[in-house]
């Protein structure tokens, strides 16, 4: 696949999934929100694949499971509702991808907030659940209160995961308003 | 395309030009050095297509001629002994891309490196040039004497560019020793 356009986050976002993932794949979606790329990644993996999606709302969930229903998709995702921090009692198969959006869940209640600590047991878990080449792909949303304190801490782990077993590229855009949100992919290298 | 290896800075690279650059694509290398950008875009632009190679160093230049005539690429590739600086002297047309390998040569002289007045010149004049839709790739080691220096103003620029007219993307290697280099990508907007 190719783009021409860049544009912005949530682009290329949607841009990496559908490099990343193919048929088959056994992938997470750890932050359902609004089921956009719950929608996205049930499409990419086909029939014989499987998508995770977790949300700590039930609103969320509510919302992904109509969205996926209208799309004749249902079949092939298992929506959690509980927190992606216990994502290893859920899932013990190895992942293919799993993405994040970590900030708040748009056009539901903004109190409700991913959180630097748990986020942080999450990650770490899901690392050791990808597969070799397997992808993490993060994309943070930092102006809401919280935000800066969840994309410190975040840095500061993935800043010291061994170079030898991962692959870590941050992207942001420079010369946008309003800060805008950033893009980690994380590759497990393989043992070759 | 698809790549499941992120690995580092130099394939990341390639597979960003990989992705941009076609068929019958106008195209610039502003910094050839070994000729090993040169030798990737010569084959993606195809026999309709035109690259324009420039450097400052003689040996740069004479190096890549010869990596391109043992490749029998180099009736496609016009090279220029002179600066990028002076881009606009010798390219009117309108560019598909234009790639920056900013530093030193490598396995050249490491006294001669780009500096930032001179690369925000070219930049700033290349960018005029780019089509709509084009590409800017910028490549920026940084661990050597006057690389951070060159760094800054080169953010400070294209942090400053107007986001109604160019997308730019920073990407880089956040668990990596030795001052991995930094990937630049700017896209100029379509006026639709």
Chains 1, 2 share one sequence.
Do not use: W
Not at 41 to 70: N, P
Not at 75 to 91: A, F, G, N, Q, T
Not at 137 to 166: C, M, N, T, W
């Amino acid at each position: 696949m190719r783009y021409k356009k860049i544009r912005n986050t949530i682009s290329l976002s949607k841009d990496l999934l559908n490099r990343f993932v193919k048929d088959g794949d056994i992938v997470v979606d750890a932050t359902v929100g609004n089921g956009n790329d719950t929608l996205i990644l049930s499409k990419l993996v086909g029939s014989r694949g499987m998508v995770y999606g977790f949300d700590i709302q039930e609103e969320a969930i509510a919302r992904t499971r109509k969205l996926l229903e209208e799309n004749n998709l249902l079949d092939r995702v298992y929506l959690i509702h509980d927190s992606h921090e216990k994502i290893d009692e859920y899932i013990q198969e190895p992942l293919d991808l799993i993405v994040y959006n970590l900030g708040y869940l748009p056009r539901g209640d903004k109190r409700i907030i991913t959180r630097a600590d748990s986020t942080l047991t999450s990650v770490s878990k899901a690392l050791e659940l990808l597969k070799e080449n397997g992808i993490m792909l993060i994309v943070s949303y930092i102006g809401h209160p919280g935000g800066l304190e969840e994309k410190i801490a975040l840095e500061e782990y993935l800043g010291r995961l061994d170079q030898g077993q991962f692959n870590v590229l941050r992207s942001e855009f420079l010369n946008q308003k309003n800060m805008p949100p950033l893009i980690y992919l994380i590759e497990k290298s393989s043992k070759e």
